[in-house]
């Protein structure tokens, strides 16, 4: 049952070429909704199929399509989210630089979905190269009739632009990648109001992950109830999995949706090196609560990571062995919140600075007692009191690792009892 | 020297704003493109993208301040930027950074007496399968050892 979808052709020479991308029967799901289908048809089949968004959150696409008003004066956006920032996250890379014309084919699909006509690609800044792979995909797109005016004769329009950013992980928030898209800092909106209402130039937009999007034309050639079977009944497809860390075959690997994080550590990445035992894993991305190595009997889906008081996130799952110090880790993870907090709220502004203090001086042996007990309450104070998720996304490994190794994180402190 | 933007320079920046409803929203590629051509991004460049994009010069200021990509001075022709994240150095990215300093002589931020290379520390740069990496200007590389990067070094050029 482990059949690839999405990186089923990754393997073949020059697939980022339109000529390979049409010999494996690439653009079909295109005209087939284009030309046969009603736009609602399309957003109804996406619902039925349970995709959940890949950058973080897991929420419905076919119901974050389905918010935008159907009835407006007012342009609408999709902006397809490919600043893929999130440390341990590399899956998109992959998307974009094996299969651009796939990404490209899904967001045609979704703007047709939605009514909409104006479509930009917020990449990274540092994926240059592959976002000239993608502008040259797009080039050719338009030349075949796949974007532009009246495409396939279906008389829908859409344009598309490959849009850079300048290095901020906080644009992966998508209200801070619609301001960055307007010219100016990556500072986070308040919400509401959502963007399908109030995005880009203040119009109603989607915002989409890039591996979200490659899944839709799948779901158009071969139905919603074909993807649901792939995963789990809430949660459809399968996710490609990027593992790093501490494993023999570091990489990526498309499994279902639901496969234990068990089986994709030990089996798929090969398991830790020998005479190395797993202490634990971070299984969506550095913002995800960390796991210990007891708790990773886990299906990897939305919902069940989260039972486990984890995040699916981006599927990014980061494996640390029995000989990495847990204030090693925490280190790593203070320093980068405290680096990429926006600054905009006083509670991730100044907490992820206290914590990456308290930690830095942890980490040269001049910890104090109590300091462990101040990085809880400070992340606890951090959540749920910023504009954005970037809090939560500071706070919530900060205190799970505080939490979980308390004891080894208070036996580095000075004058331990 | 005068730091006037050229013709060409000028119609790039337009073919750029053209895909944008109002010029504002082209900052960013506008910066990047200014960047490319001269190396980094200064005080004049920034009045002068303000004046051709209509916007007070604060605009740019608090722009070209706030992402990392954006040098407000000159860079070696080589920008060498290691990634310290977490993955990195669980495969020990730290010996990378170390190597590299020592190699080169300088510390993280500074660039080498001739101009050639600039060695930056960044946050994870999403290529965690091949840790430890790092990126020299936009090319990356991966897996690296400090022989590796003996390597790589003596084929810059």
Not at chain 1, 73 to 80: A, G, I, M, R, T
Not at chain 1, 114 to 133: M, P
Request: hydrophobic share 40%.
């Amino acid at each position: 049952m482990n059949e690839k979808v999405l990186t089923q052709n990754f393997g073949l020479d020059h697939l980022f070429r339109i000529e390979v991308y049409l010999e494996q029967g690439g653009y079909r799901a295109a005209k087939k909704a284009l030309t046969e289908w009603k736009p609602e048809q399309v957003l109804e089949e996406v619902k039925k199929a349970s995709l959940r968004g890949r950058g973080g959150a897991g929420f419905s696409a076919g119901l974050k399509w389905g918010f935008v008003p159907k009835k407006t004066d007012k342009p609408k956006y999709l902006c397809v989210n490919a600043d893929e920032g999130e440390p341990g996250t590399f899956k998109d890379r992959y998307i974009l630089s094996h299969d651009p014309h796939l990404l490209i084919e899904g967001i045609v699909i979704a703007s047709y979905a939605v009514g909409i006509h104006d479509a930009y690609v917020y990449i990274r800044g540092e994926y240059e190269v592959i976002a000239l792979r993608l502008e040259q995909a797009i080039a050719e797109a338009y030349g075949q009739g796949y974007l532009g005016k009246n495409i396939l004769g279906s008389g829908f329009d859409l344009d598309l632009y490959v849009h850079r950013g300048a290095g901020a992980y906080i644009c992966g928030e998508e209200t801070a990648l619609l301001e960055s898209l307007e010219g100016k800092r990556g500072n986070p909106r308040l919400k509401p109001p959502f963007p399908a209402s109030v995005g880009l130039f203040q119009n109603p937009t989607v915002i989409n992950n890039v591996e979200t999007l490659a899944n839709v034309p799948f779901i158009i050639l071969n139905g919603a109830a074909w993807f649901l079977a792939k995963g789990q009944p809430n949660d459809g497809g399968t996710r490609i999995f990027g593992v790093s860390g501490a494993v023999n075959k570091p990489g990526i690997y498309e499994l279902p949706v639901g496969t234990s994080l068990r089986e994709i550590i030990f089996t798929h990445a090969g398991g830790l090196k020998p005479g190395r035992k797993l202490k634990a894993v971070i299984p969506g991305g550095m913002s995800s609560p960390i796991l210990k190595a007891e708790e990773i009997d886990i299906k990897m889906d939305v919902d069940s990571v989260a039972a486990a008081g984890s995040m699916m996130g981006s599927a990014a799952i980061i494996v640390i062995d029995d000989r990495t110090p847990i204030l090693e880790v925490l280190k790593k993870v203070a320093k980068f919140y405290a680096h990429e907090s926006c600054g905009q709220c006083t509670p991730c502004r100044l907490g992820t600075n206290w914590i990456f203090k308290i930690v830095k001086r942890m980490a040269e042996g001049k910890g104090e007692q109590g300091d462990v007990d101040s990085l809880l309450r400070l992340a606890a104070n951090i959540k749920g009191r910023t504009l954005c998720p970037m809090g939560d996304a500071a706070a919530m490994p900060v205190f799970s690792i505080a939490k979980k190794f308390k004891e080894e994180l208070e036996a580095s402190l000075k004058g331990k009892t | 020297m005068s730091r006037e933007f050229t013709p060409a320079l000028k119609e790039r920046i337009e073919g750029v704003l053209a895909h944008y409803p109002n010029k504002h929203a082209g900052l960013l590629p506008v910066l990047r493109l200014v960047q490319s051509e001269k190396g980094f991004v200064s005080a004049e460049d920034e009045r002068i993208v303000a004046a051709l994009l209509g916007l007070r010069p604060i605009k740019v200021r608090e722009v070209v301040t706030f992402y990392t990509l954006f040098a407000r001075k000159p860079l070696g022709q080589f920008h060498i930027q290691v990634c310290s994240n977490l993955s990195c150095s669980l495969a020990s990215g730290e010996k990378i950074l170390e190597h590299l300093k020592a190699r080169l002589g300088i510390r993280i931020g500074q660039t080498t007496p001739d101009g050639k290379y600039t060695l930056t520390e960044v946050e994870c740069l999403g290529a965690c399968e091949q840790a430890p990496c790092m990126m020299v200007n936009f090319d990356y590389y991966g897996n690296l050892d400090p022989e590796k990067i003996d390597r790589i070094l003596e084929g810059l050029k």
